[in-house]
Nanobody
Framework: QVQLVESGGGLVQAGGSLRLSCEVS????????MAWFRQAPGKEREFVIG???????AYADSVKGRFTISRDNAKATLDLQMNSLQPDDTGVYYC????????????????WGQGTQVTVSS
């Protein structure tokens, strides 16, 4: 059974940085796309950033130029570097995985982590 576990969330002031990590266990996810979603209080879970097995990336417009995603296929880990954080970035961040390519809708991802809280104060 594939499991995803996020870490690295916390409280940061606006303009600061955080790095989230996602560790995969129970499988290598070879050929899988991986992504980060986030959910703010009272809002739908939204796509943030994703990376295909090939390394091709996809970004939500709101994070372009500020967030970067990387994966280590050998170690089965996924990282999210978040810079220039703003209060609107606050939410629970989820790691997700699916076979084939990155898509921006949550329904296409069968594997999810439990989430890690990111809070950006103004």
């Amino acid at each position: 059974q594939v499991q995803l576990v996020e870490s690295g969330g916390g409280l940061v002031q606006a303009g600061g940085s955080l790095r989230l990590s996602c560790e995969v266990s129970g499988g290598t996810l070879s050929g899988y796309a991986m992504a980060w979603f986030r959910q703010a209080p009272g809002k739908e879970r939204e796509f943030v950033i994703g990376i295909n097995w090939s390394g091709e990336r996809a970004y939500a417009d709101s994070v372009k130029g500020r967030f970067t995603i990387s994966r280590d296929n050998a170690k089965a880990t996924l990282d999210l570097q978040m810079n220039s954080l703003q209060p609107d970035d606050t939410g629970v961040y989820y790691c997700a995985a699916r076979a084939a390519l990155v898509i921006r809708t949550r329904n296409g991802y069968p594997y999810w982590g439990q989430g890690t809280q990111v809070t950006v104060s103004s």
